[in-house]
């Protein structure tokens, strides 16, 4: 079945850097994928929608200057949180928008745990 | 705006009881809802997806119906397992976006 992975699976670190996640499907070819963001014991809400090739769309209330999204190739897309702070601490998630059929399936990553310190 | 709603929040039983968990959305132009299951501070597993067209899915001992036209859905769990312990979350699919519910976290006792 489809795949899609992400790494790292955790991250920590200081505030003011830059963190990378990368978020790839593995078996398949993505043209559009979306990067969620779960607070402890909250549920996920989206971040942007990331299509391969153009800019990403971000939802109200997303910083894109401070959530920076590439989607370079069909495969993989990544998020970076540049100059991240300790309010930046989460479970990041990302899915991608299966192999064209009727279904519209997304497939989510494990997620990434980052913490800022 | 979409707005998916979970009820309850949190369910306690204990182990052979079935039991259903609850889905409620406002918009009912919908392209499918999917549910799934989350384990503590893991990512998210599939569970059954239905489409807008259908009124249910079953897999295992797990069913999920869906009326859109009310905009609920419900999933069903038999013989509950301490196994199916976790957060369920139902999701919506709203032509190329995900809402997410809250999800209901569930604790089944052996």
């Known amino acids: 079945g489809a795949v899609v992975s992400q790494h790292p699976s955790w991250v920590i670190c200081k505030s003011g850097t830059s963190v990378k996640i990368e978020c790839r499907s593995l078996?398949?070819?993505?043209?559009?994928m979306f990067w969620y963001r779960q607070f402890p014991k909250q549920s996920l809400m989206l971040m942007a929608t990331s299509n391969e090739g153009s800019k990403a769309t971000y939802e109200q209330g997303v910083e894109k200057d401070k959530f920076l999204i590439n989607h370079a190739s069909l495969t993989l897309s990544t998020l970076t949180v540049t100059s991240a702070h300790p309010e930046d601490s989460s479970f990041y998630i990302c899915?991608?928008?299966?192999?064209?059929?009727?279904?519209?399936?997304?497939?989510f990553g494990p997620g990434t745990r980052l913490t800022v310190l | 705006k979409q707005e998916v709603t979970q009820i309850p929040a949190a369910l306690s039983v204990p182990e052979g009881e079935n039991l259903v968990l609850n889905c409620s959305f406002t918009d009912s132009a919908i392209y499918n809802l999917q549910w799934f299951r989350q384990d503590p501070g893991k990512g998210l597993t599939s569970l059954l997806l239905?489409?807008?067209?259908?009124r249910e899915q079953t897999s295992g001992r797990l069913n999920a119906s869906l009326d859109k036209s009310s905009g609920r859905s419900t999933l069903y769990i038999a013989a509950s397992q301490p196994g199916d312990s976790a957060t369920y979350l139902c999701a919506v699919n709203n032509f190329n976006k995900f809402y997410f519910g809250s999800g209901t976290k569930l604790n089944v006792k052996p």
């Open positions: 078996d398949f070819q993505a043209t559009t």
């Open positions: 899915s991608a928008r299966g192999p064209p059929d009727y279904t519209d399936t997304q497939y």
């Open positions: 239905i489409q807008s067209s259908q």
